[in-house]
C-alpha cells in the first residue's frame, strides 16, 4: 500500500486497509470521511467500496451545508456515488464542528455485545482515554434521514464513540488518526468485554480506576 500522510484519501485509505486486515470489516462493511481543509466539504467513500482497495479515485468530494458535489481546488466534481450513508457522516460534522474525520465500521464484536444486550465496558487506561465514553444509538434502518438525525443529536454532546445498534459503530475525531485509534480501540474494548462474558466473569469485570478517570477531566496533558 502506498501511504502519502499528505493526503487525507490515502489517509483514509490507510485506514481502510488496516481495518479490514484487523477484521473489524468484511468487504465493504463500513465507510469513511475525512473534512477538507479550508473547504465547507468532506472526502467521503464511494457506494460499495471496499475498504481494503480504496484509492484517490474511490472518493467523492461532497459539500457538507446541502450534500451536493463539492469542486475541490482545481478538481472538477468526482464522478463516483457517495456512500449511501452520506447522510449520517454530513450530519456528525454539522453537529460537531470540532469533527475531522468519521469511521463508520460493522465490526463484529462490538454488534454482537449489542444484540446480547450487552455494553462495552472501558478496561484499560488506553479504552478510557480514546474512548472516554461509548454511547449506544437505538436501532434505525441503515441510510435514512432518522438514523443520521439521532446520532448526530447523541454525539452533540461530545460523545465520539458511539454503537448504531444491530448496524455498526461511528467513531470521530479531529484527525483521521485519532478517530483510527478509536475504532481500533473500540473493537479492543469490546472483545474483552465479551471475553469476560464468554468465561462467566462480566460481573467481576473491572472498570478504569476513577483515578485515572478523574485525571482525563482535569487535565488534557495526560498522555497514553
Same mark, same amino acid.
Given at each position: 500500500?502506498?501511504?502519502?500522510?499528505?493526503?487525507?484519501?490515502?489517509?483514509?485509505?490507510?485506514?481502510?486497509?488496516?481495518v479490514?486486515?484487523?477484521?473489524?470489516?468484511?468487504?465493504?462493511g463500513?465507510?469513511?470521511?475525512?473534512?477538507?481543509?479550508?473547504?465547507?466539504?468532506?472526502?467521503?467513500?464511494?457506494?460499495?467500496?471496499?475498504?481494503d482497495?480504496?484509492?484517490?479515485?474511490?472518493?467523492?468530494?461532497?459539500?457538507?451545508?446541502?450534500?451536493?458535489?463539492?469542486?475541490?481546488? *482545481?478538481?472538477?466534481? @468526482? %464522478?463516483?456515488?457517495?456512500?449511501?450513508?452520506?447522510?449520517?457522516?454530513? =450530519? /456528525?460534522?454539522?453537529? !460537531?464542528?470540532?469533527?475531522?474525520?468519521?469511521?463508520?465500521?460493522?465490526?463484529?464484536?462490538?454488534?454482537?455485545?449489542?444484540?446480547?444486550?450487552?455494553?462495552?465496558?472501558?478496561?484499560?487506561?488506553?479504552?478510557?482515554?480514546?474512548?472516554?465514553?461509548?454511547?449506544?444509538?437505538?436501532?434505525?434502518?441503515?441510510?435514512?434521514?432518522?438514523?443520521?438525525?439521532?446520532?448526530?443529536?447523541?454525539a452533540?454532546?461530545?460523545?465520539?464513540?458511539?454503537?448504531?445498534?444491530?448496524?455498526?459503530?461511528?467513531?470521530?475525531?479531529?484527525?483521521?488518526?485519532? *478517530?483510527?485509534?478509536? @475504532? %481500533?480501540?473500540?473493537?479492543?474494548?469490546?472483545?474483552?468485554t465479551?471475553? =469476560? /462474558?464468554?468465561?462467566? !466473569?462480566?460481573?467481576?469485570?473491572?472498570?478504569?480506576?476513577?483515578?485515572?478517570?478523574?485525571?482525563?477531566?482535569?487535565?488534557?496533558?495526560?498522555?497514553?
Amino acid at each position: 500500500m502506498n501511504y502519502v500522510p499528505g493526503d487525507l484519501r490515502d489517509q483514509l485509505a490507510h485506514v481502510g486497509y488496516d481495518v479490514v486486515q484487523s477484521g473489524l470489516v468484511v468487504g465493504s462493511g463500513g465507510n469513511l470521511s475525512a473534512r477538507i481543509p479550508d473547504e465547507d466539504a468532506i472526502w467521503v467513500t464511494a457506494s460499495g467500496s471496499w475498504l481494503d482497495r480504496l484509492s484517490r479515485g474511490t472518493f467523492a468530494p461532497v459539500r457538507i451545508v446541502d450534500g451536493e458535489p463539492a469542486t475541490v481546488g *482545481a478538481l472538477p466534481p @468526482a %464522478r463516483v456515488e457517495p456512500t449511501s450513508e452520506l447522510a449520517l457522516h454530513l =450530519a /456528525l460534522y454539522r453537529a !460537531r464542528p470540532d469533527v475531522n474525520a468519521v469511521v463508520h465500521l460493522h465490526p463484529q464484536t462490538a454488534l454482537l455485545l449489542d444484540a446480547l444486550g450487552e455494553h462495552i465496558r472501558i478496561v484499560t487506561t488506553d479504552h478510557a482515554f480514546y474512548l472516554r465514553r461509548v454511547s449506544t444509538v437505538p436501532f434505525r434502518l441503515p441510510g435514512g434521514p432518522e438514523v443520521a438525525a439521532l446520532t448526530a443529536a447523541m454525539a452533540a454532546d461530545g460523545t465520539d464513540c458511539l454503537v448504531l445498534s444491530h448496524h455498526g459503530c461511528v467513531v470521530m475525531g479531529d484527525s483521521v488518526e485519532l *478517530a483510527h485509534k478509536r @475504532a %481500533r480501540n473500540l473493537e479492543e474494548a469490546a472483545q474483552l468485554t465479551y471475553r =469476560a /462474558l464468554a468465561a462467566g !466473569r462480566l460481573e467481576n469485570l473491572r472498570d478504569c480506576p476513577e483515578e485515572f478517570l478523574d485525571r482525563l477531566s482535569g487535565s488534557a496533558a495526560v498522555s497514553v
